[in-house]
């Protein structure tokens, strides 16, 4: 069974930059599109980026496009965000998740493994 864990988060000072990783275990992540999303304290939880299985298609929230990028290693069955330019407002918990499914067209409900999140602060 597919399992996936985030890691990469902390603090960092607005402007500065984080990577994320999304390591895969239990099964190949060759025919996933992964998914990152985000929760912030009191919000709902929201699409930050998604890529496709072959890597050839990529999307991201209005929020962050120019600032993040999803890239993935299928040999190493692991997936990164790279965060630049973080913002106050880019604080929240990020999920990656894994899902048989198109990145334009999609809803979170779509994807089906799950990881436990990973704690990211942009904080002064």
């Known amino acids: 069974q597919l399992q996936l864990v985030e890691s990469g988060g902390g603090l960092m000072q607005p402007g500065g930059s984080l990577r994320l990783s999304c390591a895969a275990s239990g099964s190949t992540l060759d025919y996933y599109s992964i998914g990152w999303f985000r929760q912030a304290p009191g919000k709902e939880r929201e699409g930050v980026s998604c890529i496709s299985s072959s890597g050839s298609i990529t999307k991201y929230a209005d929020s962050v496009k120019g600032r993040f990028t999803i890239s993935r290693d299928n040999a190493k069955n692991t997936v990164y965000l790279q965060m630049n330019s973080l913002k106050f407002e880019d604080t929240a918990v990020y999920y990656c998740?894994?899902?048989?499914?198109?990145?334009?067209?999609?809803?979170?409900?779509?994807?089906?493994?799950w990881g436990q999140g990973t704690q990211v602060t942009v904080s002064s």
């Open positions: 998740a894994a899902g048989i499914v198109q990145c334009y067209g999609s809803i979170q409900e779509d994807f089906v493994s």
